[in-house]
């Protein structure tokens, strides 16, 4: 069964609206979670580390006040894109490490893809 | 920074047979993860192997193995038997063994076709 979901899997918005995401991790309660970003065609771009009880951590070139990460519980990280634009129009996955004994796998939700128009 | 080299955009292989796809990576730590993702069309990243870089002996599971060299910084992948359901974007990833949860750094991934 799933062990990280994401909601929604897709979502359509206007240019200038802000749209939330959701990462859920099922069985393992997770004190840090990363956010990565695909573009069509392209590798997984890690975009930020969600911490629980912290602010995230920013890769560079990512902008923070654009990507608001809220990581709420140890089995709950949110994903804000403020004033999307079409640019922003991309897939977003998270993903989740259990720890040990799992060593450094990491379990990924199934994705969100988000159009902007 | 570690990055992850993937040389090869696409391969085909036919059923039943044999295919092996690249990973190089550079690195200046020497306890580090390797791993390869499988990408099917619904773009749900499935883990298909890990390596530990202290482990010598190389990892398989069922039909997928590696070769993995650690002072030429290779990562190799060896599918056999093929199946059509082997067919994916397969993405080879780098993590840092810090003791906690680590960011993974990809390669650009190879597609895998699967004929018959």
């Known amino acids: 069964g799933a062990v990280v979901s994401q909601h929604p899997s897709r979502v359509i918005c206007k240019s200038g609206t802000s749209v939330k995401i959701e990462c859920r991790s099922l069985?393992?309660?997770?004190?840090?979670m990363f956010w990565y970003r695909q573009f069509p065609k392209q590798s997984l771009m890690l975009m930020a580390t969600s911490n629980e009880g912290s602010k995230a951590t920013y890769e560079q070139g990512v902008e923070k006040d654009k990507f608001l990460i809220n990581h709420a519980s140890l089995t709950l990280s949110t994903l804000t894109v403020t004033s999307a634009h079409p640019e922003d129009s991309s897939f977003y996955i998270c993903?989740?490490?259990?720890?040990?004994?799992?060593?450094?796998?990491?379990?990924f939700g199934p994705g969100t893809r988000l159009l902007v128009l | 920074a570690q990055t992850v080299t993937q040389s090869q955009p696409e391969m085909s292989v036919q059923e039943a047979e044999t295919v092996t796809l690249s990973c190089t990576y550079d690195t200046s730590e020497s306890d580090y993860y390797l791993f390869w993702y499988k990408q099917p069309p619904s773009r749900q990243m499935i883990l298909v192997i890990r390596q530990e870089a202290y482990k010598q002996q190389n990892a398989t599971e069922n039909r997928f193995s590696v070769n993995f060299q650690k002072a030429a910084k290779s990562f190799s992948l060896k599918i056999s038997d093929s199946q059509l359901g082997d067919a994916a974007m397969y993405f080879c990833?780098?993590?840092?063994?810090?003791?906690?949860?680590?960011?993974?750094?990809f390669g650009t991934g190879t597609r895998l076709q699967v004929t018959l």
């Open positions: 993903s989740v490490p259990p720890g040990t004994p799992f060593g450094e796998t990491q379990y």
């Open positions: 069985d393992f309660q997770a004190t840090t």
């Open positions: 990833a780098y993590s840092l063994n810090t003791g906690t949860a680590s960011k993974l750094t």
